[in-house]
């Protein structure tokens, strides 16, 4: 079965930083597109960042220069190192998985940033 579980959430002050994970199985990871989104409530899910089988990587123009997109392939697992962390960026953040066109995703990791 297909499986990705997102940790590394948690209560940090703005300014402060956070580095997610995401741990799958189940998956050809080498062969994956990941991507990392976040979702409040009332608000579509956005994608953060992403980074490609091949190594390119792309993020969301609001995060540009604080996140960092990595994958580790002995270990299957992706990151989402966060820095300057702003209160408007509390969410939940969800891990995904892609491979001509099919989507997985993980349950999602709560960020709350206080002020």
């Known amino acids: 079965q297909v499986q990705l579980v997102e940790s590394g959430g948690g209560l940090v002050k703005a300014g402060g930083s956070l580095r997610l994970s995401c741990a799958t199985s189940g998956i050809i990871f080498r062969l994956n597109a990941m991507g990392w989104y976040r979702q409040t409530p009332g608000k579509q899910r956005e994608l953060v960042a992403a980074i490609t089988s091949g190594g390119s990587r792309n993020y969301a123009e609001s995060v540009m220069g604080r996140f960092t997109i990595s994958s580790d392939n002995a270990k299957n697992t992706v990151y989402l190192q966060m820095n300057s962390l702003k209160p408007g960026e509390a969410a939940v953040y969800y891990c995904?998985?892609?491979?001509?066109?099919?989507?997985?995703w993980g349950q999602g990791t709560q960020v709350t940033v206080s002020s």
């Open positions: 995904n998985s892609n491979s001509v066109g099919r989507d997985y």
